[in-house]
């Protein structure tokens, strides 16, 4: 069922990723997607001690046997690790899917190569994507304005880009920025995809360790929740509209220099408003689909729900296509 070249590729069920999210993906999450027969990633930037990413790999792996990989940010890290110091880590334990974003991953290509590792490469523009595809990585997730994380400076939204990387590329294309149901996960495949992967999505369910506080106000935020934060440090952010956010963009108004914002964007803030449920304490990423989030189901639920209503959406555009009448 919607088998496609990103299921075969990385050895799943479902051509659904779940996006590596900062806080929350961790053992848990990412293991119940991958049971679930999505792909979870584990974002090693969030574990600033090496030997933390392998406990937290440890650990995900007594939680299932199915695939899971690592999703590596490629911009300079925490504490001084190194990209090539989380990629021994991720060789010694074996993983043998790595999700790159944030620079060109050339220089690593070779090595994760060699060691049998499929690299997927997410980035929201596909003049980068052809650059990835040509330095040989096996697939792209291109990632649309509306989403959460880091979606670039161009503004262009999934509407134009899946299909324009669909277009360009000759690696399976995995789609991400806004999908959330089986609408948009048949949309998003209508448009050239074989795959989607979310982030918003997955944030709000039972098995993501956002406090209920934080999970509840999501539920509860419209589409026009979300703003793009930190364009004037030329990397944007999609969050919500927050205290911390209207702060960070009334300072960038003024033309706030990045110390000056530094306070307002810090990693611990944004746990203290994930982890510890104060909403306004700092950055919450979070994609525009967040106003077609209405509940907070189990992983499998989501996931679940996205193949089976894609079926009964499927047999509706057959019918109101003509096709099954012509066939009689
Ligand atoms: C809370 C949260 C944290 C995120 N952290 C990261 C991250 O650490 N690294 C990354 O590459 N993307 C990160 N993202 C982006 C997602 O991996 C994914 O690309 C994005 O959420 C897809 O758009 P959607 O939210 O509309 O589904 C984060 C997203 C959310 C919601």
């Not at 650990?59 to 990629?87: C, D, M, S, W």
């Not at 539920?219 to 702060?247: C, F």
Request: charged letters at 20%; a neutral charge; glycine letters at 10%.
């Amino acid at each position: 069922m919607f088998d496609t070249r990103i299921t075969k590729l990385f050895g799943i069920k479902y051509p659904i990723i779940g996006g590596g999210m900062q806080f929350l993906s961790r053992a848990g999450l990412v293991s119940a997607i991958s049971n679930a027969g999505g792909l979870g990633l584990i974002p090693a930037a969030m574990f600033p001690e090496l030997d933390d990413l392998r406990k937290e790999i440890r650990l995900t792996k007594t939680l299932t046997k199915k695939p899971f990989g690592i999703n590596l940010t490629l911009f300079q890290h925490p504490r001084g690790v190194t990209i090539e110091q989380y990629i021994d880590v991720i060789l010694d334990e074996g993983i043998k899917i790595v999700e790159t974003a944030g620079r060109s991953p050339e220089p690593y290509i070779k090595k994760l190569k060699d060691n049998g590792v499929i690299i997927m490469h997410k980035t929201p523009a596909v003049r980068f994507a052809k650059t990835a595809e040509r330095v040989g990585v096996d697939a792209i997730a291109i990632l649309g304005m509306e989403g959460a994380g880091h979606p670039g400076m161009d503004d262009v939204t999934s509407m134009v880009l899946i299909p324009l990387a669909a277009e360009t590329l000759k690696i399976p294309v995995v789609a991400a920025g806004g999908i959330s149901n089986a609408r948009s996960f048949l949309a998003a495949l209508s448009l050239g995809a074989e795959g989607i992967l979310m982030g918003t999505r997955f944030a709000i369910t039972q098995e993501s360790p956002a406090h209920p506080k934080i999970k509840e106000a999501l539920v509860q935020a419209p589409e026009t929740a979300t703003a793009l934060l930190e364009r004037s440090l030329g990397n944007p952010i999609r969050a919500l509209k927050n205290k911390a956010a209207q702060t960070i963009l009334e300072l960038e108004t003024k033309g706030a220099t990045s110390d000056e914002l530094l306070p307002y964007i810090r990693g611990e803030q944004g746990k203290k408003a994930w982890i510890g449920g104060e909403i306004d304490a700092g950055v919450v990423s979070i994609g525009e689909v967040v106003g077609l989030v209405h509940n907070i189901p189990t992983v499998k639920e989501v996931i679940d729900s996205i193949v089976s209503e894609a079926q009964t959406l499927l047999e509706h555009l057959t019918t109101i296509s003509g096709t099954k009448q012509a066939k009689r």
